[in-house]
């Protein structure tokens, strides 16, 4: 019999699966995923429809696959509980547990990555209805469905699971394999790794039940089998899963909507979550959740012995708000533990993380550097570019300090012109653009948001791989503060990295003075603390790389340095904070054959006394070109050293222009800048000197 549904955009026609005599041997799921107005026949389920698909063979698994339509609207909470309701009772005559791949997916390229999703306490496998158009385009994504009446013991889940992760590392030995693991599934997830310490295993957690023992339901098995089944989740409570602080959403609703029918449409969606109370009781009846509360009591016994002996990639989701587990002190005790572990936190959110409006999984995996296609991650190859909706919640996280110093820009065309705006930038690849690094790196998130914006050219950021390493548990840096910058591309500096940038054709932004510059000593600024290398013009010329030099001017009208490293390192207290920021960074130096100032990047934060902010300007030199000068320029090291020193010397010149000519902007004061926007509108560009 096969359960069809006449939903046109998402069910998946599932199966009942061929349950063999001996429930450990291999179970043969027959999963098809098709999108389509199904018959509602239950004859077939291979029903042609009007869009057309392809069938392939994978593992004793037919698989349709819809042409889909690339509409990328998000699933509501109000769709889980309509999809779930159907599920649950198109299966409501029983059977094993099983496999789907929800047809809301879309199409992924051959070499994606697997994706397993082991549900939670509810079972049902929608728990990423939100995040499947997104998925679905970078994983092959495979969910879990636990019948409501099914009472598969946990071992027997494991067993479910290994069996698949088994089929399809066979079938692709070098793809890695993902399982985002959803509270239970967490748990199912950590036991799936320590028993396949072989298999190449990224594990995504979300409020993993590792935690079980500390939870409140843990102390409320007696009470819990003497309440009446109709009142076993109460309104409050059943709220709080799904939303984590149910005033506190509807106030962001009002206030973070960028517009009036998104603000209706997150309130309605919230305020529909009551009518769909005996969904929740169908998906949580009492008798399942006790069994799934007994289950986790003892699995999470069991799993928190072995957690030594997870060896996988692991990325910790954890929820503030979460009223079942007290999940934001276990994601930091699961990250002491686990050998390869980060944790991301969500202060406001629930239980059932992947509900939330403001979370989606693949920008928190861009975040993270957690996506690969091999063993390793490539930040070349394995790289996913931000949407415009990604780009834009970025710059709405720094849209007021943007703002508030207004950043004019300017470039050089090829006749040597300089010219308003970003006309004179390269549009094809590859382009190294090459500056003095401002204080703190002020001068990043308005330069790589303006290009991005202006010319839709992504600057690719070589950064310190401090941002990108969590060396020590308890350590000065905290990795996640950089997901933004990693999100729009940002890479660890290295040779290598800016050879396979480069070799991409990719626009690449690099600072050579690094740290040295960004973190520099009181009357410093706009010093170049460069190497006396030429170290990026031979790999720029192997390419054929056009080289941009470029200024930035602005940094003394942001603060003024008054209390840098040689004074903190007079304070005891302030010197034991720098040593172990030394400590960190030391780990990772990266450059042991250097000499000078350039070598001398202790880290630490100066601290300054902020002005009235001013304005920040930058300048875009001439491209030098390198094309047909490879094997001049590698062989011949005083011909990259020169090309190297004129770079050098471009900067320097271009930093000279802006300071003298920022002298003659009227508006460099934000004063006058409000000023002028309170006559011409408060979205008017802000001129700035002439030319």
């Not at 902010?613 to 090291?637: H, M, N, S, V, W």
Request: hydrophobic letters at 35%.
């Amino acid at each position: 019999m096969a359960f069809t549904t006449t939903r046109s955009c998402y069910f998946p026609t599932i199966l009942p699966p061929v349950t063999p005599r001996n429930f450990t041997g291999h179970l043969n799921f027959s999963t098809h995923r098709i999108i389509a107005s199904l018959a509602t026949s239950e004859e077939s389920s291979t029903t042609k429809t009007t869009s057309s698909y392809h069938e392939s063979k994978r593992d004793n698994t037919t698989t349709f696959v819809a042409n889909l339509d690339e509409e990328n609207n998000k699933k509501s909470l109000k769709d889980y509980f309509e999809e779930a309701k159907d599920l649950i009772k198109r299966s409501s005559d029983g059977g094993a547990p099983r496999w789907f791949s929800p047809s809301d997916c879309g199409d992924h390229s051959d070499d994606s990555p697997l994706l397993l999703y082991l549900p939670g306490i509810d079972g049902v496998g929608l728990g990423l209805i939100r995040q499947h158009q997104g998925l679905g385009k970078i994983f092959d994504i495979w969910c879990l469905h636990i019948p409501v009446e099914d009472r598969t013991s946990f071992a027997d889940l494991v067993k479910l699971v290994e069996r698949k992760v088994r089929s399809e590392n066979y079938r692709v030995p070098n793809r890695p394999i993902y399982i985002v693991g959803d509270s239970l599934g967490g748990l199912i997830a950590l036991e799936v790794a320590a028993c396949n310490q072989d298999i190449d295993l990224a594990l995504i957690l979300a409020n993993p039940a590792t935690s079980f023992r500390q939870s409140t339901l843990r102390h409320l098995f007696p009470f819990l089998e003497l309440v009446p089944d109709q009142l076993h989740l109460h309104l409050p409570y059943a709220l709080s899963l799904f939303t984590g602080d149910p005033l506190k959403k509807g106030s962001d609703n009002v206030f973070k909507a960028p517009n009036l029918l998104d603000t209706i449409g997150k309130t309605r969606d919230l305020l529909a979550i009551p009518t769909y109370l005996p969904v929740v009781a169908d998906i949580l009846p009492k008798e399942t959740f006790l069994w799934k509360m007994k289950m986790l009591r003892s699995a999470a016994l069991y799993v928190n012995t072995r957690l030594h002996d997870v060896k996988a990639q692991t990325l910790v989701l954890s929820s503030g708000k979460d009223q079942l587990m007290p999940s934001a002190a276990e994601g930091k005790r699961l990250c002491s533990i686990l050998r390869k572990c980060e944790t991301r936190n969500f202060a406001d959110s629930g239980h059932f993380l992947f509900m939330e409006d403001d979370v989606d999984l693949v920008s928190i995996i861009k975040g993270a550097s957690f996506y690969r296609r091999g063993k390793y991650h490539d930040y070349a190859s394995d790289f996913l570019p931000p949407t415009r909706a990604e780009s834009e919640k970025i710059y709405e996280s720094h849209r007021w300090f943007i703002e508030a110093y207004s950043p004019v820009m300017h470039s050089t065309l090829e006749d040597g012109t300089i010219v308003k705006g970003l006309a004179g930038l390269p549009s094809d690849g590859p382009v190294l653009y090459i500056s003095y690094h401002m204080l703190l790196g002020f001068d990043v998130a308005p330069l790589v948001y303006r290009v991005w914006k202006d010319r839709n050219i992504l600057l690719r950021g070589l950064a310190h791989p401090i941002m990108f390493r969590r060396l020590f548990e308890d350590g000065l840096i905290d990795v996640s503060n950089y997901d933004v910058y990693r999100i729009m591309g940002a890479v660890p500096v290295s040779p290598n990295n800016l050879y396979k940038l480069l070799s991409s054709k990719s626009h690449v932004l690099m600072f050579p003075g690094g740290m040295r510059e960004a973190v520099h000593r009181k009357g410093e600024q706009y010093k170049l603390f460069w190497p006396t290398h030429s170290e990026f013009v031979r790999v720029a010329a192997t390419f054929g790389a056009k080289i941009v030099p470029f200024a930035t001017v602005g940094e003394d009208d942001v603060g003024e340095v008054f209390f840098d490293y040689e004074d903190q390192m007079k304070f005891p207290l302030s010197r034991d904070f720098n040593e172990q920021a030394a400590q960190e960074s030391e780990a990772i130096r990266i450059r042991n054959v250097e000499d000078g100032e350039v070598a001398n990047q202790p880290m630490h934060s100066p601290y300054f006394l902020p002005k009235i902010p001013g304005r920040f300007y930058f300048c875009f030199g001439k491209p030098i070109e390198t094309a047909g000068r490879k094997q001049e320029l590698r062989r011949d090291k005083e011909k990259a050293q020169e090309l190297y020193l004129e770079v050098k010397s471009e900067v320097e010149k271009l930093i000279d222009f802006l300071k003298e000519k920022r002298e003659h902007d009227p508006y460099r004061n934000i004063v006058a800048r409000l000023a002028y926007q309170a006559t011409h509108g408060f979205t008017a560009d802000v001129p700035s000197f002439d030319l």
